[in-house]
Nanobody, 118 residues
Framework: QVQLVESGGGLVQAGGSLRLSCVAS????????MTWFRQAPGKEREFVATIWRVSETTAYTDSVKGRFTISRDNAKNTLYLQMNMLKPEDTAVYYCGAQIKPGTFDFWGQGTQVTVSS
């Protein structure tokens, strides 16, 4: 059973930066895709960014384009999310998810809290 463990969250002022990490107990190179989601209080979980194994193609939700960067270090079995120019509306619990194949997500992390103060 693969486990995903997120870290790197915290409290930061608006305009600041954080880098989230998601360490997998299995090989990240074996995953079809790895994705960051977030869930703000009282809201549904939403997609943030994904990276596919093939060609390392990435995709982002519009609200984070130009500010967030998703990347993967297969040698360390780690997924990253570099978050710059943070805004209060980025406040949420951030989760990483992994897919073995297209479709539902097979593995989830426990989440890491990101709080951006104005």
């Amino acid at each position: 059973q693969v486990q995903l463990v997120e870290s790197g969250g915290g409290l930061v002022q608006a305009g600041g930066s954080l880098r989230l990490s998601c360490v997998a107990s299995g090989r990240t190179s074996s995953f079809y895709a790895m994705t960051w989601f977030r869930q703000a209080p009282g809201k549904e979980r939403e997609f943030v960014a994904t990276i596919w194994r093939v060609s390392e193609t990435t995709a982002y939700t519009d609200s984070v384009k130009g500010r967030f960067t998703i990347s993967r270090d297969n040698a360390k079995n780690t997924l990253y999310l570099q978050m710059n120019m943070l805004k209060p509306e980025d406040t949420a619990v951030y989760y990483c998810g992994a897919q073995i194949k297209p479709g539902t997500f097979d593995f989830w992390g426990q989440g890491t809290q990101v709080t951006v103060s104005s």
